[in-house]
């Protein structure tokens, strides 16, 4: 017989869910952990249990190291929790004692917190979202006395189409305060309002050279700095020429035909004057060409301008009463 009731223990315990032992455990380190005075660790290792599963004791527990380490709203919404799980349950081992010890540590905290009502103003705006000191406040509880921490405390509202309010409201601990939204609706926009362009500047009033687009604005600029080039290089190349042929007259009035090696000084300076002045004169020609060539490729790339048409000219023509003869009037 013993041996049978060792046995069916043994196989419950294999059978036990593994999450439920190490529930246990931690229920029993937080236990410790308070003991010790280690408020915030026995915090700690409470919720991770409640993480698997809560019961009334447990919250009981969480409650009350709560309160220990200063979470007043916390450990209040805890005690509330608890009381109300604790008498929903008949057959709770202990019920009596638990419930009592849950409504003590909410009656201990309820002179220490405030309540705060939010009210808001008829017509309730779709989709109006509350919150009050950064966390959201549920529809449902618009209206309640709602547990608050004492001192100013921040309503923050909005919706859509509306403009958004803030209030700031004094609560002051063991009272009940009251604060109303209300929100209003923002006027309609302008249907003839006219486009915007992406600085905020209505179309109609930006320079048509404004709206071009800046890659063909660069392409241009690219374009007359290659034109510019193109006329410095011609320009450079044209006055070597013209410096090289007044050498080569020079040379050929100065310097008479010899054997080679029978040329002065000046002459042979004057030949390698113009052989510099033709390596001169071929360079600014090549950078001329292809500085033209480069611009002209630069200005059939670049989109067109975007801006204001010009109207077309109109000439009429024909008899006139004063003077008399005929005239002709132009429209621009």
């Known amino acids: 017989m013993t041996f049978l009731s060792m046995a069916a223990v043994g196989g419950a315990q294999a059978q036990e869910n593994p999450a439920e032992i190490a529930r ?27 993480a698997v599963r809560w019961t009334p004791s447990l919250r009981l527990l969480a409650a009350q190291e709560y309160s220990a380490v200063g979470h007043l709203l916390d450990a209040y919404g805890m005690a509330l929790t608890c009381t109300r799980e604790a008498e929903a349950d008949p057959a709770m081992r202990n019920r009596d004692r638990v419930v009592g010890a849950c409504r003590g540590v909410a009656d201990s905290l309820e002179p220490r917190v405030g309540r705060l009502i939010l009210r808001v103003r008829d017509p ?5 979202q509350v919150r009050i000191a950064g966390a959201v406040l549920p529809p449902a509880l618009w209206g309640v006395a709602y547990p608050v921490l004492p001192g100013v405390v921040r309503v923050d ?30 006027p309609p926009e302008p249907l003839n309002r006219p486009p915007m362009t992406a600085t905020g500047v209505p179309a109609g009033a930006v320079p048509p050279t404004a709206r071009e687009s800046a890659n063909g604005r660069t392409l241009r600029t690219l374009g007359w700095i290659g034109i510019g080039t193109a006329a410095v290089g011609v320009g450079v190349g044209g006055l070597a020429l013209g ?51 480069a611009a002209v490729v630069l200005f059939v790339a670049a989109p067109p301008s975007r801006g204001v048409e010009t109207p077309a000219r109109a000439w009429v023509c024909g008899p006139q009463l004063v003077p008399v003869g005929a005239g002709c009037t132009g429209q621009f």
């Open 24 to 50: 246990r455990e931690l229920i029993a380190q937080a236990e410790r952990a308070r003991q010790d005075g280690d408020h915030t660790r026995a915090l700690d290792l409470a919720l991770r249990a409640g």
């Open 124 to 128: 309730v705006p779709t989709g109006l």
């Open 157 to 186: 509202a909005t919706a859509p189409d509306h403009e958004s309010v803030r209030n700031e409201v004094a609560v002051v601990a063991g009272e009940v305060s009251e604060t109303t939204l209300d929100l209003v609706r923002l």
């Open 243 to 293: 410096l090289r042929e007044e050498s080569a007259s020079a040379f050929n009035r100065e310097c008479p035909a010899g054997p080679p090696g029978s040329l002065s000084a000046v002459c042979q300076s004057r030949i390698d004057t113009g052989s510099t002045l033709s390596s001169v004169m071929l360079s600014g020609f090549i950078v001329g060409g292809a500085a033209t060539v």
